[in-house]
């Protein structure tokens, strides 16, 4: 898991969702192992090594874990017209295509010869 549980309600704070069940904690982690798992499927098809060590990957990946759950979370139980995810969709769809694009290694500076080619 690259969130914490955490991060994940800071995201799912707001009234709309203070209005609704949010599922429980355990829950809640239960579903970002999930798409942790699915990003760890990504890396892995892509060539990055995981468990990832360059801290500026692992806050991307934290905030794409976050935001797949939060997607989740916001999709369930509520109608599509009044649904909150589209923002928690698109920013996590956003990371997966920079990872699959591996623009991220030109963002931050580095390159395949340098010591975070795992990534």
């Known amino acids: 898991m690259y ?7 800071a995201l799912l704070s707001s009234d709309f969702f203070k209005e609704h069940n949010l599922p429980d904690r355990s829950k809640l982690k239960i579903i970002a192992e999930q798409v ?3 990003i760890d499927g990504i890396l892995i098809k892509y060539g990055y090594t995981t468990p990832p060590t360059n801290p500026q990957l692992k806050s991307l990946l934290g905030a794409m874990n ?4 939060a997607a989740i979370i916001a999709s369930k139980d509520h109608p599509a ?3 909150p995810d589209n923002v928690f969709k698109e920013n996590y769809n956003q990371g997966l295509q920079v990872l699959i694009d591996r623009h991220y290694i030109d963002y931050v500076g580095l390159n395949e010869e340098e010591d975070d080619r795992q990534w």
Request: proline fraction near 0%.
């Open 81 to 83: 017209d009044v649904r």
């Open 36 to 38: 942790a798992a699915q």
């Open 66 to 69: 976050a935001n797949g759950v």
């Open 3 to 9: 969130c914490t549980i955490e991060d994940i309600e």
